[in-house]
Protein backbone atom coordinates (compact mmCIF):
# COMPACT_ATOMS: atom_id res chain seq x y z
CA UNK A 1 0.00 0.00 0.00
CA UNK A 2 1.11 3.22 -0.87
CA UNK A 3 -0.01 7.13 0.49
CA UNK A 4 -0.41 10.69 -0.39
CA UNK A 5 -1.76 13.17 1.65
CA UNK A 6 -3.16 16.14 0.35
CA UNK A 7 -4.49 19.22 2.58
CA UNK A 8 -7.56 20.42 0.53
CA UNK A 9 -10.21 23.55 1.59
CA UNK A 10 -9.90 26.55 3.60
CA UNK A 11 -9.47 25.03 6.87
CA UNK A 12 -6.50 22.44 4.92
CA UNK A 13 -7.69 19.34 5.86
CA UNK A 14 -6.20 16.29 5.02
CA UNK A 15 -7.16 14.25 2.29
CA UNK A 16 -5.37 10.67 2.45
CA UNK A 17 -5.08 8.64 -1.09
CA UNK A 18 -4.50 4.81 -0.24
CA UNK A 19 -3.37 3.04 -3.06
CA UNK A 20 -2.41 -0.14 -4.63
CA UNK A 21 0.58 0.08 -6.62
CA UNK A 22 -0.06 -2.29 -9.26
CA UNK A 23 -4.00 -2.21 -9.65
CA UNK A 24 -4.05 1.69 -9.07
CA UNK A 25 -7.19 1.45 -7.14
CA UNK A 26 -7.81 3.93 -4.12
CA UNK A 27 -9.20 4.60 -1.10
CA UNK A 28 -10.07 8.31 -0.71
CA UNK A 29 -10.33 9.54 2.72
CA UNK A 30 -12.23 13.33 3.82
CA UNK A 31 -12.33 14.56 -0.05
CA UNK A 32 -12.97 17.93 2.09
CA UNK A 33 -12.22 20.39 -0.45
CA UNK A 34 -10.61 22.33 -3.94
CA UNK A 35 -12.03 19.36 -5.97
CA UNK A 36 -9.93 20.25 -9.04
CA UNK A 37 -6.63 19.98 -6.61
CA UNK A 38 -7.88 16.40 -5.68
CA UNK A 39 -8.84 15.25 -9.33
CA UNK A 40 -5.58 16.84 -10.48
CA UNK A 41 -3.58 14.73 -7.85
CA UNK A 42 -5.42 11.46 -8.78
CA UNK A 43 -4.66 12.02 -12.81
CA UNK A 44 -0.99 12.65 -11.66
CA UNK A 45 -0.77 9.72 -9.50
CA UNK A 46 -2.60 7.63 -12.17
CA UNK A 47 -5.44 6.51 -9.66
CA UNK A 48 -9.04 5.09 -9.91
CA UNK A 49 -10.78 5.46 -6.25
CA UNK A 50 -12.95 2.20 -5.39
CA UNK A 51 -14.17 3.68 -2.29
CA UNK A 52 -14.32 6.88 -0.07
CA UNK A 53 -14.48 6.90 3.50
CA UNK A 54 -15.18 9.84 5.44
CA UNK A 55 -14.70 10.04 9.21
CA UNK A 56 -17.23 12.60 9.92
CA UNK A 57 -19.65 14.83 8.15
CA UNK A 58 -18.11 18.62 8.80
CA UNK A 59 -17.94 20.77 5.37
CA UNK A 60 -14.59 20.65 5.80
CA UNK A 61 -14.22 17.01 5.16
CA UNK A 62 -16.92 16.55 2.52
CA UNK A 63 -16.83 18.97 0.05
CA UNK A 64 -14.99 18.17 -2.87
CA UNK A 65 -17.51 14.71 -2.46
CA UNK A 66 -19.72 15.45 -4.97
CA UNK A 67 -17.57 16.05 -7.68
CA UNK A 68 -15.24 13.36 -6.83
CA UNK A 69 -18.13 11.17 -7.12
CA UNK A 70 -19.44 12.77 -10.59
CA UNK A 71 -15.68 11.53 -11.81
CA UNK A 72 -15.06 8.70 -10.06
CA UNK A 73 -18.75 6.83 -8.92
CA UNK A 74 -18.11 4.61 -6.01
CA UNK A 75 -18.88 3.61 -2.70
CA UNK A 76 -19.11 6.08 0.16
CA UNK A 77 -19.07 5.23 3.53
CA UNK A 78 -20.16 7.80 6.42
CA UNK A 79 -21.70 6.88 9.95
CA UNK A 80 -25.32 7.67 10.08
CA UNK A 81 -25.47 10.10 12.83
CA UNK A 82 -23.56 12.52 10.38
CA UNK A 83 -25.33 11.56 7.42
CA UNK A 84 -28.45 12.92 8.27
CA UNK A 85 -27.24 16.91 8.59
CA UNK A 86 -23.65 16.74 6.31
CA UNK A 87 -25.61 17.55 3.22
CA UNK A 88 -28.29 20.19 4.64
CA UNK A 89 -27.78 23.79 5.94
CA UNK A 90 -26.57 22.63 9.47
CA UNK A 91 -23.04 22.12 7.97
CA UNK A 92 -22.21 25.94 6.39
CA UNK A 93 -19.54 27.96 7.70
CA UNK A 94 -20.45 31.20 5.80
CA UNK A 95 -18.30 32.65 4.41
CA UNK A 96 -15.79 29.79 4.42
CA UNK A 97 -17.75 27.14 3.39
CA UNK A 98 -21.18 26.84 1.95
CA UNK A 99 -23.88 23.43 2.35
CA UNK A 100 -21.95 20.90 0.94
CA UNK A 101 -23.83 19.39 -2.16
CA UNK A 102 -25.36 15.76 -2.04
CA UNK A 103 -23.22 13.41 -4.20
CA UNK A 104 -24.51 10.95 -6.65
CA UNK A 105 -24.11 8.37 -4.62
CA UNK A 106 -25.73 5.69 -2.21
CA UNK A 107 -23.88 6.52 1.87
CA UNK A 108 -23.14 3.12 3.37
CA UNK A 109 -23.37 3.08 6.71
CA UNK A 110 -20.56 2.72 9.27
CA UNK A 111 -20.61 1.01 12.42
CA UNK A 112 -18.15 0.50 15.61
CA UNK A 113 -15.55 -2.41 14.51
CA UNK A 114 -17.25 -2.61 11.09
CA UNK A 115 -14.38 -3.87 9.24
CA UNK A 116 -14.41 -2.78 5.37
CA UNK A 117 -12.15 -5.07 2.92
CA UNK A 118 -10.23 -3.32 0.60
CA UNK A 119 -6.77 -4.21 -1.72
CA UNK A 120 -4.74 -3.42 0.92
CA UNK A 121 -6.11 -5.43 3.93
CA UNK A 122 -9.18 -5.12 6.52
CA UNK A 123 -9.88 -1.29 7.91
CA UNK A 124 -11.88 -1.10 10.76
CA UNK A 125 -13.85 1.42 11.79
CA UNK A 126 -13.52 2.97 15.01
CA UNK A 127 -16.46 5.05 16.16
CA UNK A 128 -15.04 8.01 18.45
CA UNK A 129 -18.07 10.36 19.01
CA UNK A 130 -16.99 13.59 20.45
CA UNK A 131 -16.42 16.32 18.03
CA UNK A 132 -19.45 15.16 16.10
CA UNK A 133 -21.92 12.51 17.03
CA UNK A 134 -20.61 9.78 14.14
CA UNK A 135 -16.85 10.89 14.21
CA UNK A 136 -15.00 7.45 13.28
CA UNK A 137 -11.46 6.13 12.66
CA UNK A 138 -10.29 3.95 10.37
CA UNK A 139 -7.49 1.63 11.55
CA UNK A 140 -5.56 -0.48 8.78
CA UNK A 141 -3.77 -3.01 11.68
CA UNK A 142 -1.68 -4.76 9.37
CA UNK A 143 0.26 -1.19 8.18
CA UNK A 144 -0.26 0.23 11.48
CA UNK A 145 -2.11 3.25 10.44
CA UNK A 146 -4.87 5.12 12.24
CA UNK A 147 -6.36 7.71 10.04
CA UNK A 148 -7.96 9.77 12.94
CA UNK A 149 -9.86 12.64 11.74
CA UNK A 150 -10.79 15.25 13.56
CA UNK A 151 -10.97 13.05 16.70
CA UNK A 152 -7.23 13.21 17.74
CA UNK A 153 -4.38 15.79 16.27
CA UNK A 154 -0.72 15.77 17.31
CA UNK A 155 -0.32 17.90 20.53
CA UNK A 156 -4.13 18.42 20.77
CA UNK A 157 -8.13 16.77 20.43
CA UNK A 158 -11.20 18.06 18.53
CA UNK A 159 -13.02 20.67 19.46
CA UNK A 160 -16.23 19.94 21.24
CA UNK A 161 -18.13 23.35 20.67
CA UNK A 162 -19.79 22.92 16.96
CA UNK A 163 -23.63 21.15 17.28
CA UNK A 164 -23.42 18.07 18.11
CA UNK A 165 -19.82 17.76 20.18
CA UNK A 166 -19.68 16.34 23.32
CA UNK A 167 -16.52 16.77 25.43
CA UNK A 168 -17.71 13.83 27.56
CA UNK A 169 -17.75 11.25 24.79
CA UNK A 170 -14.76 12.53 23.18
CA UNK A 171 -13.20 11.79 26.15
CA UNK A 172 -14.68 8.12 26.41
CA UNK A 173 -13.20 7.86 22.67
CA UNK A 174 -9.44 9.28 23.22
CA UNK A 175 -9.67 7.09 26.35
CA UNK A 176 -10.22 4.14 23.54
CA UNK A 177 -7.18 4.93 21.40
CA UNK A 178 -4.73 5.55 24.18
CA UNK A 179 -4.96 1.48 24.19
CA UNK A 180 -4.04 0.97 20.62
CA UNK A 181 0.03 0.17 20.48
CA UNK A 182 2.52 2.71 20.83
CA UNK A 183 3.74 2.11 17.19
CA UNK A 184 0.43 3.26 15.82
CA UNK A 185 1.63 5.82 13.05
CA UNK A 186 -1.24 8.27 13.13
CA UNK A 187 -2.65 10.87 10.25
CA UNK A 188 -5.03 13.16 11.66
CA UNK A 189 -7.75 15.53 9.86
CA UNK A 190 -5.66 18.18 10.13
CA UNK A 191 -1.62 19.15 10.52
CA UNK A 192 1.46 16.86 10.71
CA UNK A 193 1.20 12.98 11.67
CA UNK A 194 2.30 11.85 14.10
CA UNK A 195 2.36 8.48 16.35
CA UNK A 196 0.62 6.83 19.78
CA UNK A 197 3.87 6.79 21.49
CA UNK A 198 4.64 10.44 20.69
CA UNK A 199 0.81 11.11 21.89
CA UNK A 200 0.59 9.15 25.20
CA UNK A 201 4.03 10.67 26.05
CA UNK A 202 3.64 14.70 24.69
CA UNK A 203 -0.75 15.32 24.38
CA UNK A 204 -1.79 16.50 27.23
CA UNK A 205 -5.23 15.32 26.36
CA UNK A 206 -4.10 12.02 26.61
CA UNK A 207 -2.59 12.43 30.41
CA UNK A 208 -6.24 12.18 31.76
CA UNK A 209 -6.63 15.96 30.04
CA UNK A 210 -10.21 15.03 29.39
CA UNK A 211 -11.19 12.70 32.22
Not at 3 to 22: K, Q, R, S, W
Not at 41 to 55: D, E
Not at 119 to 139: D, K, N, R
Amino acid sequence: MKEETIPLGMFEANCVLLYDEDSRHAVVVDPGGDAHALLAALKRLNLKPVACLLTHGHMDHVSALAELIEAYPCPVYLHPSDAVWAFTQANQMLPYYETPRQPAAHLLPVSDNQRIPSEFGEIQVIHTPGHSPGSVCYFLEEHGLLLSGDTLFKGSVGRTDLPGGNPSELARSIKRLKTMPNSTRIIPGHGPETTMEREKSANYFLQDGLI
